[in-house]
């Protein structure tokens, strides 16, 4: 769901009777070395949007992966 990435990808889960707007969940790193990593999220529709890694709330904003 994100191709062109530099980074590895977890195997997408999906949740049980999940709502729409929160359908799957998976993160990526470097496979081979430490690295940062990054929480993504897609609805149902298949649009995929990346959580903030550092949130200074109990509630943050994601941020659209634009696909290509």
Request: proline share 7%; aromatic share 6%; no cysteine.
């Given at each position: 769901m994100t191709n062109n990435s530099?980074?590895?990808h977890t195997y997408v889960r999906r949740a049980?009777?999940?709502h729409p707007d929160f359908f799957a969940i998976w993160?990526?790193?470097h496979g081979r070395?430490?690295?940062h990593s990054h929480l993504y999220?897609?609805?149902a529709a298949g649009d995929v949007f990346q959580l903030p890694r550092n949130m200074t709330s109990e509630t943050a904003k994601p941020t659209r992966v634009e696909l290509k």
């Open positions: 530099e980074m590895n049980l009777h999940a993160a990526d790193g070395k430490p690295s999220f897609s609805n």
